[in-house]
């Protein structure tokens, strides 16, 4: 049987899909090709990540697909109830990436609490004319272990994140409406094992308790951090956005950034992707990356392999 991975998939995703006997192939075909290609080769498993769309003229197109797989989490791509109705399986990845962004929220934030990110910007102009003022400039950094991580969206990535923060030696405390406790287990590299129960608290107390403060909630209406919230929140917090852009209001944050409440913020989505404001871009209080949460390796690695084993277990 043949797999067309359209977005491409991770060499441990082919091993092992070729070892159960299915033929991989990693062509990128264009869109507008795509109907065609699929009929006159065969395919029975479309994998894409997020630059293919499968709509619905593809699936009414495509009767000897059987499923449409997504690498990652996000199935905005694909008409995923019409595909289901039709007698697809659609399937994804969402705990793959997980650890990945996790770990990229916290590269910010060791970043922010010692200026990192300013530093990285001003050695290379002033590091040989300049040296001692920098060194003063950067000088009053703050240590993570001890402090508060307040994290808002306790899901996947939530707890994840919390793991990571909880081996680094600091307090956890957590927002979710859905969910009133988590059991977290951290293991460590000798096979050791810590587990840690941890029941949410009010939004209200988690933004006036922590220090700092991550966000992992899904896409939604309204704002999660706006005017009211920054308003209650430490003074001189550090915050991280690697949810989505839209849950954190970009003008307010810019605002409590200048009025000291905000000490300095990370940002790895935008409101507007791929074109974020030029004022979060030229603001030196912000440590930015561009939507790279996901982007390791390892969860590429994780994200093939998992696809793998979900057909395998459909089709056998
Ligand atoms: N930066 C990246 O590259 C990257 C990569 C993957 C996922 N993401 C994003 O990370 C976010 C979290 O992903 P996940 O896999 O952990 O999802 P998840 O569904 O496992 O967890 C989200 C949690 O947020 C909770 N929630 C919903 N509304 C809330 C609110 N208003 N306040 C507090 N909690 C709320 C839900 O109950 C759920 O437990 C998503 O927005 C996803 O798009 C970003």
């Known amino acids: 049987m043949k797999v067309l991975a359209n977005d491409g998939i991770s060499q441990s995703g082919i091993d092992a899909l070729e070892k159960e006997g299915y033929e991989v192939i990693t062509t990128t075909v264009a869109q ?15 994998l894409v990540r997020s630059a293919t769309t499968v709509r619905k003229d593809l699936i009414d197109a495509c009767p000897g697909l059987k499923i ?19 007698g697809l399986s659609v399937i994804n990845t969402p705990a793959a990436s997980s650890h990945s962004v996790a770990e990229l929220v916290f590269g910010h934030l060791y970043g922010l609490a010692r200026f990192l990110h300013n530093a990285n910007r001003e050695m290379p102009l002033e590091g ?54 988590a059991n977290l287990e951290l293991e460590f590299f000798d096979g050791q094992k810590v587990s840690f129960d941890i029941k949410t608290i009010s939004k209200e107390e988690v933004l006036k ?48 950034i200048e ?27 912000l440590s930015l990356t561009p939507h790279t949460g996901a982007a390791t390796n390892e969860a590429q690695d994780r994200i093939g392999v998992e696809l793998a084993e979900q057909i395998v277990n459909i089709l056998g």
């Open 32 to 46: 507008e090709q795509l109907i065609n290609y699929i009929n006159e080769n065969d395919i029975v498993v479309l």
């Open 68 to 86: 449409i797989g997504r690498g990652g989490v996000g199935m905005d791509n694909i008409d995923v109830e019409y595909a289901r109705e039709k």
């Open 128 to 181: 040989d004319s300049n040296f001692k003022g920098l060194k003063k400039a950067y000088a009053k950094g703050t240590e993570l272990k001890g402090k508060t991580l307040g994290v808002l969206g306790f899901g996947r990535i939530g707890q994840a994140t919390a793991k990571v923060a909880l081996g680094a030696g600091m307090k956890v405390v957590a927002f979710d409406p859905f969910l009133e406790e």
């Open 209 to 256: 308790q922590a220090d700092f403060i991550t966000l992992h909630v899904p896409a939604q209406k309204d704002y999660v951090i706006d005017e009211a919230e920054f308003s209650i929140m430490k003074d001189g917090v550090i915050i991280a956005n690697a949810a989505r852009g839209g849950v954190v209001n970009e003008v307010a944050l810019v605002k409590a």
């Open 259 to 285: 009025s000291g409440k905000v000490a300095r913020a990370a940002l790895d989505v935008f409101e507007k992707e791929p074109k974020p404001e030029i004022q979060l871009l030229m603001n030196p209080a």
